[in-house]
């Protein structure tokens, strides 16, 4: 499943990182995009989108309307 989220304080290189980094904890073969200048963020996972949401938030970044 692909999920693109809107993630409000995205701002930096070291943002999407510590992103990846929190959803490859979740799952290793989660295939995250950041896209700084949208300030979105597409993960594909197995992972249900309430997870996904979950690390999001936990990783310190605010998910749109979550």
Do not use: F, P, R
Request: hydrophobic share 45%; glycine share 4%; with cysteine.
């Amino acid at each position: 499943m692909a999920l693109k989220l809107k993630v409000s304080n995205v701002a930096c290189e070291k943002c999407g990182e510590i992103i990846t980094e929190s959803m490859h904890v979740m799952e290793l073969e989660a295939k995250v995009d950041i896209d700084l200048n949208a300030k979105t963020v597409t993960v594909e996972s197995a992972a249900s989108e309430e997870s996904i949401k979950q690390v999001i938030v936990a990783a310190g970044y605010a998910v749109e309307g979550y």
